[in-house]
């Protein structure tokens, strides 16, 4: 058991036994010392297994032009162009229960994030393990999405301050309600022990909705190939594909796709009448691959994801919306834009002469509306419709299993266009500091 589980449970301990001294006055002393007994034992027998941690990200940031938008922690508010934070303070209870044989049975985790800004529900779920075939377990309640490597990769072990801002537009705080079925072999003989295959049916609007809005549930699939030793070189390969087949529902019959020539594209209303049940599309395809070499002292790491498909959102964002979108005061939907897209990152990160010191470079891009570009976007366009390259740079040193410090320079570059403000590029680059806390 780890210090905090220990603490717990000795104060458990206390209170039982002077629960148990007052409760059982008239019995004998040796009758009196078994019972303690059993009950300490059970109290041990059902807290053996439950682990607390969490960690707190305080942070400094300087950005170039006050007020800026920003996918690192956030715009920044008018008029500002520095702020303290505190980015994440996560608190994380997990239970594991086992059999007899010590395989799990039950696992069930509970973590909420605190920051100035309130409290807010992060993981809230349970999974079952199968011991028949000792192949699958089932998995419900509020979880991170199966799709993609960056997602999935947390934030306490995350070497950037942030994902990359396809993966915040796509998939807002990565999480969403719903049940999934993993096949991944527990026996370590098995012919396909290196496979893991996740399929579930979810909500869709994730975190930014306090509840679905319409009947339709999104299937989200990842086919991961676990980590691979390339001969005795010491290298080691794993990657997976992921697939999103879902959308949102269509409560206007003011849809706008794109059309028009090459030359002169545009976004065209699609005014067919709507029928109930009719779905907009949201359709990701994406691929990642993790490369890691060992050095001497520490290792050279690669990382690299790529994803494409369509995407239903506004006018003024390509993030899923979180509610029915509709205009302030107005009775019906507000309309529908459908934008096909495609991103990636990469990743290149080397200890610098041993563990405690590393040197993190990321490219990103992502392109929200690939049939459109440069001097065509134009008033008939917004802000949604920008591509956007981010080149970031990062020095982390780690001075205990506790303590993380991150130095991060972020250099966003949005392409040039006829859109009044972004006719080049605008000066948004931003400095963090931050320290992690963790326990």
Same mark, same amino acid.
């Given at each position: 058991?780890?210090?905090?589980?220990? +603490?717990?449970?000795?104060?458990?301990?206390?209170?039982?036994?002077?629960?148990?001294? !007052?409760?059982?006055?008239?019995?004998?002393?040796?009758?009196?010392?078994?019972?303690?007994?059993?009950?300490?034992?059970?109290?041990?027998?059902?807290? =053996?297994?439950?682990?607390?941690?969490?960690?707190?990200?305080?942070?400094? !940031?300087?950005? =170039?032009? *006050?007020?800026?938008?920003?996918?690192?922690?956030?715009?920044?508010?008018?008029?500002?162009?520095?702020?303290?934070?505190?980015?994440?303070?996560?608190?994380?209870?997990?239970?594991? +229960?086992?059999?007899?044989?010590?395989?799990?049975?039950?696992?069930?985790?509970?973590?909420?994030?605190?920051?100035?800004?309130?409290?807010?529900?992060?993981?809230?779920?349970?999974?079952?393990?199968?011991?028949?075939?000792?192949?699958? +377990?089932?998995?419900?309640?509020?979880?991170?999405?199966?799709?993609?490597?960056?997602?999935?990769?947390?934030?306490?072990?995350?070497?950037?301050?942030?994902?990359?801002?396809?993966?915040?537009?796509?998939?807002?705080?990565?999480?969403?309600?719903?049940?999934?079925?993993?096949?991944?072999?527990?026996? $370590?003989?098995? $012919?396909?022990?290196?496979?893991?295959?996740?399929?579930?049916?979810?909500?869709?609007?994730?975190?930014?909705?306090?509840?679905?809005?319409?009947?339709?549930?999104?299937?989200?699939?990842?086919? @991961?190939?676990?980590? !691979?030793?390339?001969?005795?070189?010491?290298?080691?390969?794993?990657?997976?594909?992921?697939?999103?087949?879902?959308?949102?529902?269509?409560?206007?019959?003011?849809?706008?796709?794109?059309?028009?020539?090459?030359?002169?594209?545009?976004? %065209?209303?699609?005014?067919?009448?709507?029928?109930?049940?009719?779905?907009?599309?949201?359709?990701?395809?994406?691929?990642?691959?993790?490369?890691?070499?060992?050095?001497?002292?520490?290792? @050279?790491?690669?990382?690299?994801?790529?994803?494409?498909?369509?995407?239903?959102?506004?006018?003024?964002?390509?993030?899923?919306?979180?509610?029915?979108?509709?205009?302030?005061?107005?009775?019906?939907?507000?309309?529908? /834009? %459908?934008?096909?897209?495609?991103?990636? /990152?990469?990743?290149?990160?080397?200890?610098?002469?041993?563990?405690?010191?590393?040197?993190?470079?990321?490219?990103?891009?992502?392109? *929200?509306?690939? !049939?459109?570009?440069?001097?065509?976007?134009?008033?008939?366009?917004?802000?949604?419709?920008?591509? /956007?390259?981010?080149?970031?740079?990062?020095?982390?040193?780690?001075?205990?299993?506790?303590?993380?410090?991150?130095?991060?320079?972020?250099?966003?570059?949005?392409?040039?266009?006829?859109?009044?403000?972004? =006719?080049?590029?605008?000066?948004?680059?931003?400095?963090?500091?931050?320290?992690? /806390?963790?326990?």
């Amino acid at each position: 058991m780890k210090k905090n589980q220990v +603490h717990w449970l000795f104060i458990l301990l206390l209170s039982s036994v002077q629960a148990m001294a !007052q409760q059982q006055g008239n019995l004998s002393e040796s009758s009196i010392d078994t019972t303690r007994q059993k009950a300490l034992q059970a109290i041990v027998n059902k807290y =053996e297994y439950v682990n607390i941690s969490g960690y707190i990200q305080p942070q400094f !940031q300087i950005g =170039e032009t *006050p007020g800026q938008r920003s996918f690192n922690g956030g715009d920044l508010p008018a008029g500002v162009e520095s702020r303290f934070s505190v980015r994440r303070g996560r608190l994380r209870i997990d239970y594991a +229960h086992f059999d007899a044989q010590k395989r799990p049975t039950v696992l069930f985790v509970f973590q909420f994030d605190g920051t100035e800004r309130g409290m807010q529900t992060r993981d809230f779920w349970g999974r079952f393990y199968e011991h028949k075939l000792d192949l699958f +377990h089932v998995t419900a309640g509020l979880f991170a999405r199966p799709f993609g490597f960056e997602v999935n990769y947390g934030s306490g072990d995350r070497e950037s301050p942030e994902r990359g801002r396809m993966s915040q537009l796509l998939m807002r705080t990565e999480r969403d309600l719903g049940a999934m079925l993993t096949f991944e072999p527990r026996n $370590p003989t098995h $012919p396909l022990r290196f496979l893991k295959v996740d399929a579930g049916l979810f909500n869709g609007p994730g975190l930014a909705s306090v509840s679905d809005y319409d009947g339709h549930k999104d299937f989200i699939s990842r086919l @991961t190939v676990k980590p !691979q030793l390339l001969g005795k070189s010491g290298v080691q390969v794993t990657g997976s594909v992921s697939g999103y087949w879902g959308g949102i529902g269509q409560f206007t019959n003011d849809i706008y796709r794109m059309n028009g020539s090459a030359d002169s594209p545009a976004f %065209v209303v699609d005014g067919t009448v709507v029928s109930p049940g009719t779905i907009a599309p949201r359709r990701y395809y994406g691929a990642d691959l993790q490369v890691r070499i060992p050095n001497r002292r520490g290792r @050279t790491e690669f990382r690299a994801e790529y994803i494409q498909g369509t995407q239903t959102a506004n006018k003024a964002s390509t993030e899923t919306p979180g509610v029915v979108p509709n205009p302030v005061s107005a009775p019906t939907a507000s309309p529908l /834009y %459908v934008r096909q897209f495609s991103g990636a /990152y990469f990743y290149y990160l080397q200890h610098l002469g041993s563990e405690k010191h590393q040197f993190v470079a990321k490219y990103d891009w992502y392109d *929200p509306n690939t !049939q459109v570009a440069g001097k065509q976007i134009d008033g008939k366009f917004g802000w949604a419709d920008i591509r /956007y390259n981010t080149l970031g740079l990062g020095y982390l040193y780690y001075v205990n299993s506790n303590l993380k410090l991150v130095l991060w320079y972020d250099i966003p570059v949005n392409e040039s266009t006829n859109l009044p403000g972004y =006719e080049n590029d605008v000066p948004d680059n931003l400095l963090t500091v931050r320290t992690q /806390y963790r326990f």
